[in-house]
Antibody, heavy 127, light 110 residues
């Protein structure tokens, strides 16, 4: 059974870079029709899509975060990564990684949702 | 700020049927499929509905989804106490080139 696990520092200094790793187990990150995503949830608030990556390295980012976010992948270690630069207290959140099912059908990509999630990791940026 | 709008809360008594609406635009729901997620506080979200009305394996058939134009709905029939959670709709947004979530709806079982 596919499992995802986030890891990384729980406390990040303002203006520094937040770095997280998502380790995929029970299956390969090299999988057609599936992308790999990062999502975050500030305390008491809703879900925010950060971005997504395909095993080939193709990425897509939330425009509101694009200038500070980098998502990368390491197929040899079955991991993908998130970096958020110049963090502030507003970046305090639970960060989730997830598998994003996006098959190509009838000449376009179809979004079938985020079907496997990690348990989430809390990142705090003090004000 | 979310581009998909949901009511902040809905409530019902055990056994009742409740519905949650999700309003979007031609850039998201109007052109793409809708997903729904259930999140029990303190835990990760869980995919409840995909492709507008499909249930992943293991999701009870009490949960059903529908879509019409630029709006979608999630219905929960035979409401149970274990259904208390936050529910989010989501869809691909063409101009933002990303998966966007709704504002979220808290379901309370009275």
């Amino acid at each position: 059974q596919l499992q995802l696990q986030e890891s990384g520092p729980g406390l990040v200094t303002p203006s520094e870079t937040l770095s997280l790793t998502c380790t995929v187990s029970g299956g390969s990150i090299i999988s057609s029709s599936y992308y790999w995503a990062w999502i975050r949830q500030p305390p008491g608030k809703g879900l925010e899509f950060i971005g997504t990556i395909y095993y080939s390295g193709t990425t897509s980012y939330n425009p509101s975060l694009e200038s500070r976010v980098t998502i990368s992948v390491d197929t040899s270690n079955n991991q993908f990564y998130l970096k958020v630069s110049s963090v502030t207290a507003a970046d305090t959140a639970v960060y989730y990684c997830a598998r994003h099912h996006r098959p190509y059908s009838n000449w376009r990509y179809v979004d079938y949702g985020l079907d496997v999630w990690g348990q989430g990791t809390t990142v705090t940026v003090p004000s | 700020q979310s581009v998909l709008t949901q009511p902040p809360s809905v409530s019902g008594t055990p056994g009742q049927r409740v519905t949650i609406s999700c309003s979007g635009s031609s850039f998201n729901i109007g052109r793409n499929t809708v997903s729904w997620y259930q999140q029990v506080p303190g835990t990760a979200p869980k995919l409840l509905i995909y492709n507008n009305d499909q249930r992943p394996s293991g999701v009870p058939d009490r949960f059903s989804g529908s879509k019409s134009g630029t709006s979608a709905s999630l219905a929960i029939s035979g409401l149970q106490s274990e259904d208390e959670a936050d529910f989010y709709c989501a869809a691909w947004h063409d101009s933002l080139n990303g998966h966007v979530f709704g504002t979220g709806t808290e379901v309370t079982v009275l």
